[in-house]
């Protein structure tokens, strides 16, 4: 790997640098695979139980977050396609660090992921915040927000709405969000390992434009942070000027307060700080196990006008809807909510602001898509099945390994099943999907868009 000679130079005298070790780290063939565990649907001993071997030792930084010794087929693991866990770069978990270190996590929250494709961050927030907090993932571009949702409905959690908007569009929400998370785009210096392609696009240019494109992201979108709400800002890069550059100009610029975290020495992390007294971290791939990573923490000081909502648009289903259901969802502490023959479920404490996203936002999802309504009958959703939103009326079928790809390949099972009608194809107990189970046949309803395309698998 042959490293811009440009990027080198730039990074003379960053705190931390050491050229040999960057570069030694770089031209190193040892892969590093991390993953974090979904807990709401399995714990940590199932997860080692079931990559054996391949499980190591813990990402010292993240409750849930794992290194593999190993990097496994995740095309072949149905656990992943359950949602059981989250295949994310160790450094990037630091996240969770300066949520626990810069408020009350119990608390409900409104918190903002702006730039969340393709979930990684987004799915860690809907770990860590309570469930009577609302995340908002957005993403700007709208394939890349369609990859959002899709992990999200994996992910399973239902105070979650997905948008497809621009920063600028969150100026309709003054003063509304706790947090807001601006994982922001780069220049992508962190990533060479990962991504060697990256290394052709880098350049002086290429990180000036970043800059300038991250600096008008954040004028946008921080009207939207309430007084006393924290922004997140991280980056993949090592640049000085969309790290340190980038926390002197958040202070300077608008009334934010720089956050100091707590770090142990023996986790790798280096504190940069710069003369005008803000504090950031990075993340260098020769003294973490992870790739390269910033991050950095403020505090709004300046007060923020609410903005004052509309009343609510959501349509309630009607009782036909609701009783048609009945043997499939579990509604408690849900409101259940009719768009067109869509049913959705929304938490019932966060009605109001999920009507007030939907009133100002593009949605393109929201809480649990539970199904449809089609010839007076229900067929129930994949998201539904993804969540712990299914009533304990539901039979499951429990598959061995090699009956779970033929399902997520979307081919026809050959098993026999007593009960006839809806069921959950299951894995290690995990829901996989829906199968509807006829006389004659089983009808395989794995979405045809999330299929496993491969067919080289052996047990």
Known sequence: MQLPHELLRSLQGVTGFDQEAFIAAHQSSKPVTSIRTNPAKIVDEQMADHFQEKWSHPVAWTQHGHYLSQRPSFTFDPLFHAGCYYVQEASSMFLEQALRQSLDLSAPLKVLDLCAAPGGKSTH????????????????????????????????????VVTNNDPRDFKALPGYFDVIVVDAPCSGSGLFRKDEAAINEWSDDNVALCSQRQQRILADVLPALKRDGILIYATCSFSKAEDEAMMDWLADAFALSNIRLATDDRWGITETSTSAGNFGYRFWPYLVEGEGFFLSAFRKVQEAPAKKSKRGTAKLVTKVFASAIADFVAVEDVELIQANDKLYAWPSCLLPDFDVVLQHLRVIYSGILLGEMAHKKFIPDHALAMSNAFSNHVKKVELTLQQSITYLQKNPLSITVSDKGWQLACYKKMPLGWINVLPNRI????????????????V
Do not use: H, T
């Not at 309803?445 to 067919?455: A, D, F, H, T, V």
């Open 125 to 160: 927030l809907q770990s860590l915040i309570s469930d009577k907090s609302l995340l908002v993932s957005n993403d700007v571009i709208r394939p890349r927000a369609n990859i959002l949702k899709e992990n999200m409905i994996k992910w399973g959690g239902n105070n979650v």
């Open 443 to 458: 009808n395989n309803y794995y979405p045809k868009e999330l299929r496993i395309l491969k067919q080289n698998f052996n």
